[in-house]
């Protein structure tokens, strides 16, 4: 099946810095998503791309689908405590047997230091 | 207030035990599923319902059934449960299967 891999694992910074993390996959998608998950949480959604060079901005968050649609990556400027969670990209294809369904990355696993 | 809602938040069980989780949205969404999630693995889709009276399998369905006979209710039952389904549990819901996908707090469930 399809599969994503995510990185980094986990990463522990200092409020105030810029964090990037990125997603590969083996196979082309038509929508990347992140999410962010916070503990005790369901999954939220923060950006939402639908087009292959996309790049979206939400907030402090910056959010690309890579141009092969194999790939993205999220940015998070001026880190603050807040933004401490588990971050999770997500692949969606576009219908046939794999219609609505996500699939999901390992997860980013995001500390931040005041 | 929009949501997803699931039940029990936490249980522990024996093996073999029937369990039957409950998922409830009020959005009026027609696509539902139901998600794993398992440290280093993310989230795995279990089974998922395009509308009422249709469900089909997910990536991970062996040991799961799942019911849609109204479009609010999407009911997660395991019949015979085994400790590696000892897992954290997400029921979500969207518009479509191509729209926002809403999640429920979570379930953690542990077998024994």
């Known amino acids: 099946g399809q599969q994503l891999n995510q990185s980094p694992q986990s990463m522990f910074i200092q409020e105030g810095e810029d964090v990037s993390m990125n997603c590969t996959s083996s196979s082309i998608f038509n929508t990347w998503l992140w999410y962010k998950q916070d503990p005790g949480e369901g999954p939220v959604l923060l950006i939402a791309?639908?087009?292959?060079?996309e790049l979206t901005s939400n907030g402090r968050l910056t959010a690309q689908f890579g141009i092969t649609r194999k790939d993205s990556f999220l940015n998070i400027s001026a880190s603050i405590p807040s933004d401490v969670g588990i971050y999770f990209c997500a692949g969606q294809s576009a219908g046939g047997t794999s219609y609505g369904k996500l699939t999901f990355g390992q997860g980013t696993i995001l500390t931040v230091h005041p | 207030e929009a949501q997803v809602t699931q039940n029990p938040r936490y249980l522990i069980t024996v093996t073999g035990k029937k369990l039957t989780v409950t998922c409830s949205q009020n959005m009026n969404h027609e696509y539902m599923s139901w998600y794993r999630q398992d440290p280093g693995l993310g989230l795995r889709q279990i089974y998922y319902?395009?509308?009422?009276?249709?469900?089909d399998k997910g990536d991970v369905p062996e040991g799961y059934k799942v019911s849609r006979k109204e479009k609010r209710n999407f009911p997660l039952i395991l019949e015979s449960p085994s400790p590696n389904q000892t897992s954290l549990y997400f029921c979500a819901s969207s518009f479509t299967g191509f729209t926002e996908a809403f999640f429920g707090q979570g379930t953690r469930l542990t077998v024994v």
């Open positions: 791309l639908y087009k292959a060079g």
């Open positions: 319902s395009m509308n009422v009276e249709v469900t």
